[in-house]
Nanobody, 121 residues
Framework: QVQLVESGGGLVQAGGSLRLSCGAS????????MGWYRQAPGKQRELVAV???????NYADSVKGRFTISRDNAKNTVYLQMNSLKPEDTAVYYC???????????????WGQGTQVTVSS
């Protein structure tokens, strides 16, 4: 079994900051890309930021310069530092990781349960 557990969401005023964390645990052989996605009410889930195992990053245009993704490979954890938050950043944020499991060495995407981020104006 593999689990992704997120933390760090909450309510913040516009211009404020939040830091999301997502830890992977279980029968893990290796973790390739990790990332954050978000889904606002009535909208499709969209990519926020991704990071490869060697640290290369990619961001949605809407968050460039405000959000920073990072990871700690020793802890199987990915972070999202969100600064200068705007009301339009309000959404449920989901962690994603492409994980190869031990023993059978199967690889697939795993998702966290989601954490709510609400930015008030």
């Amino acid at each position: 079994q593999v689990q992704l557990v997120e933390s760090g969401g909450g309510l913040v005023q516009a211009g404020g900051s939040l830091r999301l964390s997502c830890g992977a645990s279980g029968s893990i052989f290796s973790i390739n890309g990790m990332g954050w996605y978000r889904q606002a009410p009535g909208k499709q889930r969209e990519l926020v930021a991704v990071i490869t195992s060697d640290g290369s990053t990619n961001y949605a245009d809407s968050v460039k310069g405000r959000f920073t993704i990072s990871r700690d490979n020793a802890k199987n954890t990915v972070y999202l530092q969100m600064n200068s938050l705007k009301p339009e950043d309000t959404a449920v944020y989901y962690c994603n990781a492409r994980i190869t499991r031990r023993v059978l060495f199967t690889t697939r995407d795993y998702w966290g349960q989601g954490t709510q981020v609400t930015v008030s104006s």
